[in-house]
């Protein structure tokens, strides 16, 4: 029988071009599903277009997602379509009907076409206003309290994932990425914060003088590639125990360790930055978040520290735009 494949929304986006690559390294089939297939960050990320089964297609269209469950043989989906938090909280009519609906869209074909296991990416930012006074760590037994429309739509989506898999008897594997994801995709929807490194590495790429604004404070980052080692983790486990995962990179960077990590990899580098009060109200006494669950259950270790990190995006990025 032929091998069932693992469709990918958002396949060609940042985490879902490194998934991709990822599974297909690991023998499995990978089909992507995106609605503005990006073949220059696959081939960058080392994944040749022509070698994926690939779905032009809208989370927002029922059918064609059916159609492309059906078509591909489809075992298992890794949804990971959606708008991020600043285009979000920029246009969140927009933003809550492509993440809260696009999502119901796919929980609905999953569970119409029987498929037994949907992986989920959520973010940290459902729990940012769950602080209380005296709060060491945030682990996954936390009630979650989205402060933001985007964390909103994603914590909407793991009740509704949660919800629907308990109707329907299919696993909600959800995995919560923490801090600011970076890498080197070419989206101008980034969060400023994740801008702001990719232009850094630009600069110091192309040799120019080069003042980034930075008005941030301490933050936790996870690296793109990191984010999809955990989420492949999560998604090809057999059998799960949990199946709500915190996934980090332990610890806060703040925006001197970037440029320390910059400095290192380009040591003439001219890139400065300008720094501000914090306009993101990041509660002063933020607890860090636990991420033993995903190292016992799952095995994930982030493995890119910020210095071996800005080395692969600065690479990735030097073959993504020819610099
Ligand atoms: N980037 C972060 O900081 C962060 C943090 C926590 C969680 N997440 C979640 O991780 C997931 C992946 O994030 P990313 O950084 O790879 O995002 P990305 O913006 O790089 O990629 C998203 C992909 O989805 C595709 N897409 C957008 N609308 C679509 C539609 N209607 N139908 C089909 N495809 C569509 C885009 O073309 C793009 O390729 C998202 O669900 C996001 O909410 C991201």
Known sequence: MAQKSILVTGGTGLVGAYVVGMLQAR???????????????????????????????????????????????????????????????????????????????????????????LTFPSS?????????????SIDETIPINPPSVYAATKGGCEFLGNAYAKMYGFEFVCIRYVGGLYGPSPTTMKATREQAIQDMIRAALKGEDATVNWPYGPTEVLYGKDAATATVLAALKPDHKDRLFHIGCAGMVTGDDILAALKKEFPESRVTLKK?????????????????????????????????????????????EGL
């Open 276 to 320: 501000g009060s914090d306009p993101m109200a990041y509660p002063a006494n933020r607890p860090l978040t636990d991420l033993s669950r995903a190292s016992e259950q799952l095995g994930f270790e982030a493995e890119y520290t910020l210095d071996k990190a800005l080395g692969d995006y600065a690479e990735t990025m030097r073959k993504l």
């Open 27 to 117: 023998g499995e089939r990978p089909v992507i599903f995106d609605v503005a297939v990006n073949e220059r960050l696959l081939r960058a990320v080392g994944v040749d277009p022509a070698s994926v089964e690939t779905v032009r297609g809208d989370i927002l269209d029922l059918p064609q997602l059916v159609s492309a469950i059906r078509d591909h043989d489809v075992g298992q989906v890794i949804h990971l379509a959606a708008f991020l938090g600043e285009e979000v909280q920029r246009r969140p009519y927009t933003g809550v009907r492509l993440n809260l609906m696009g999502t119901v869209n796919v929980l609905e074909a999953v569970r119409l076409e029987n498929v037994p296991r």
């Open 124 to 136: 940290g930012t459902v729990y940012l206003g769950s602080f209380a006074e005296g709060l060491q």
